[in-house]
């Protein structure tokens, strides 16, 4: 497709549970984003990536957060060992190089009960 | 003290009335601003950028104000596909984006 790809859409886990959320930028986008929107707030950064590098990761919360993008292409984030303050829906986006020109996925609503 | 801050109203008007606000930001060394949209239960959406000249993109005009560090969107003739929550943007390096929570408007007939 034309936009960027997040799946799943919805996710319910259990406390403690690890879970993996997929972002497909849109092709030949290098630069890949990472946010998360808590109920009622505005997005906030996680990571950046540049081609297949973590470019900066300084808006990941704690070590239960990593992520990877090992093409250059799909991300995947994982949280391990989720805690319910983990609920919210995790953005990604996707810009042709390091500008603005963002754009962002539906969203993975990641619900940890 | 939040880097983006935003009047989360709501903001309850009128179809066809003129409906501004405002949101202010703390880091002085911010390069970019914009303006996003963002429908209920859905991502956000870029509206415009924001210019130190002020801009216009139809009924919206955006508005910065560098020296007391704030930022405007006015909205024209509001139509009932205006009711969103509209989130004040500020970027201080290039890729990294700081969102306010958002101002939500409702637009009613």
């Known amino acids: 497709g034309a936009g960027v790809s997040q799946t799943p859409s919805n996710k319910v886990t259990e406390k403690g549970k690890y879970v993996e959320l997929r972002c497909d930028p849109i092709?030949?986008?290098?630069?890949l984003y990472w946010y998360r929107q808590s109920l009622g707030q505005g997005p906030e950064f996680l990571i950046y990536?540049?081609?297949?590098?973590?470019?900066?990761d300084s808006g990941l919360p704690n070590d239960r957060f990593f992520a990877v993008r090992p093409e250059g292409s799909v991300s995947t984030l994982k949280i391990q060992r989720t805690e319910r303050g983990d609920s919210a829906v995790y953005l990604c986006?996707?810009?042709?190089?390091?500008?603005?020109?963002?754009?962002f996925g539906s969203g993975t609503r990641l619900t940890v009960v | 003290r939040k880097e983006v801050e935003q009047d989360p109203g709501p903001f309850n008007v009128p179809e066809g009335a003129t409906v501004a606000f405002n949101c202010t930001y703390s880091?002085?060394?911010?390069?970019?601003f914009f303006w996003y949209r963002q429908d209920c239960r859905k991502e956000p959406k870029l509206l415009m950028s924001?210019?130190?000249s002020g801009n216009e993109d139809g009924r919206f005009t955006a508005q910065l104000n560098r020296a007391s560090q704030y930022i405007s969107l006015l909205i024209r003739d509001s139509k009932l596909s205006d009711s969103a929550t509209y989130l004040c943007?500020?970027?201080?390096?290039?890729?990294?984006?700081?969102f306010g929570a958002g101002t939500t408007v409702t637009v009613r007939a």
């Open positions: 986006a996707s810009s042709r190089d390091s500008t603005y020109g963002y754009t």
């Open positions: 092709s030949g986008h290098t630069a």
């Open positions: 990536f540049q081609g297949t590098g973590a470019a900066d």
């Open positions: 880091n002085s060394a911010s390069q970019s």
């Open positions: 924001v210019y130190s």
């Open positions: 943007v500020v970027g201080s390096n290039d890729y990294k984006l700081s």
